[in-house]
């Protein structure tokens, strides 16, 4: 939105007229697009089976329009909502593996239980882009 000399407002619809408003909560769909896409890159496919894979988008697309984001501010949770919800599940994934015990693992195991674990499966995967 751009506000004229006059005061006047030129430009309040995007030329996208937000037909994935519903998606992202944007007007503008190349946010709502941005957004689909960051919710996406977070999914976790174990299987290189093209038909789950596409389930697995439909299903998130659809639960982006589910919980219905009103503006691009709703959109931005909506899609960190998912995010934190797959990150979360992956990480529970990986702490259901029997992990070989080392030296900086004893710690956490002693003190922090499975939280500890997960935790710590987390921090490494954020680190070095394995579980």
């Not at 174990?46 to 299903?59: A, G, K, T, Y």
């Not at 934190?84 to 080392?102: E, L, Q, W």
């Not at 900086?104 to 935790?119: F, I, N, P, S, V």
Request: charged letters at 25%.
């Amino acid at each position: 939105m751009v506000k004229s000399e006059d005061g006047k407002t030129e430009g309040s619809t995007p030329p996208s007229r937000g037909r994935l408003r519903s998606v992202g909560g944007s007007l503008n769909d190349k946010f709502n697009v941005f957004l689909a896409c960051q919710a996406l890159n977070t999914l976790w496919l174990e299987s290189d089976d093209p038909h789950l894979r596409d389930e697995f988008v439909s299903i998130t697309l659809a639960l982006m329009e589910e919980l219905a984001p009103r503006d691009a501010l709703e959109g931005l949770l909506v899609s960190q909502i998912i995010a934190t919800h797959n990150v979360a599940m992956k990480c529970h994934r990986g702490g259901n593996d029997p992990i070989p015990i080392h030296r900086e693992d004893e710690g956490l195991r002693k003190h922090g239980g499975q939280g500890g674990t997960l935790a710590h499966r987390f921090n490494r995967y954020a680190t070095t882009g394995s579980g």
